[in-house]
């Protein structure tokens, strides 16, 4: 069975810092890997989609990359700002099925 | 674009009573999905759809509840009899997906907050 880790729960940083959050996922034989963005109160934002052949995919500050055989992704935010303010997650999907395993995601703060 | 609508935002119950739960997906998706958030499990998929027609249901926790999806625009999910441990986030959410692989990605409604008393 599938176990999506994040570690650490919570994370506090200045503005302008720049920051990993960390994915951990059991079973390698994934199809590909996706970050979201919770804000209080909403529901999920998609901001990453890498597929098991990539290494990395980025958005504009967001860099994500993706290492299968050790089971692990990143999520890099550069110069973060109080807005990157929010919960993130990540989630694993399997072949033959839509379904994801969602982690139970990093609250980030980004302080003024 | 009008993302996911899901009704009601919030749903305060007693315990016994039946609920249900409404989603409008985004137009020209095909696939649904429904979701249910706590503390202590997470994001948790219940159960999802392609094509209206229902493809994973190993994540519905028991026979209390059941969802449908009669046509591409509406689906329900429904507690019947409710109990306090079914309080939580129910999310709803919607995507271009082929229903076998997980490359397209999801839009979330804004979720309905269900507590039982």
């Known amino acids: 069975k599938q176990e999506v880790t994040q570690i650490p729960a919570a994370l506090s940083v200045p503005e302008g810092e720049n920051l990993v959050l960390n994915c951990s996922f059991t079973d390698s034989a994934i199809y590909n890997l996706q970050w979201f963005r919770q804000d209080p109160g909403k529901g999920l934002t998609s901001l990453l989609l890498?597929?098991?052949?990539?290494r990395e995919q980025t958005s504009g500050r967001l860099n994500a990359s993706l290492d299968k055989s050790s089971g692990r992704s990143t999520l890099y935010i550069a110069a973060s700002q109080p807005g990157d303010s929010a919960t993130y997650l990540c989630a694993v999907g399997k072949g033959g099925s839509e379904k994801l395993v969602f982690g139970k995601g990093t609250k980030l703060t980004v302080n003024p | 674009d009008a993302g996911v609508i899901q009704s009601p935002r919030h749903e305060v119950t007693e315990m016994g009573q039946e609920v249900t739960l409404r989603c409008k997906p985004i137009?020209?998706?095909?696939?649904l999905f429904w979701y249910r958030q706590t503390m202590m499990r997470g994001l948790e998929l219940l159960i999802y759809?392609?094509?209206?027609?229902?493809?994973?249901d190993s994540g519905m926790p028991e026979d209390r509840f059941s969802a449908k999806m009669p046509n591409a625009s509406f689906s329900t999910l429904k507690i019947q009899p409710s109990e306090p441990r079914d309080s939580a986030v129910y999310f709803c959410?919607?995507?271009?997906?082929?229903?076998?692989?997980?490359?397209?990605?999801?839009?979330f409604g804004d979720g309905t907050r269900l507590s039982i008393l």
């Open positions: 137009s020209g998706h095909n696939s």
């Open positions: 959410a919607s995507s271009l997906g082929g229903g076998t692989v997980s490359n397209q990605p999801q839009h």
């Open positions: 890498i597929q098991s052949s990539q």
């Open positions: 759809f392609n094509n209206n027609v229902p493809i994973d």
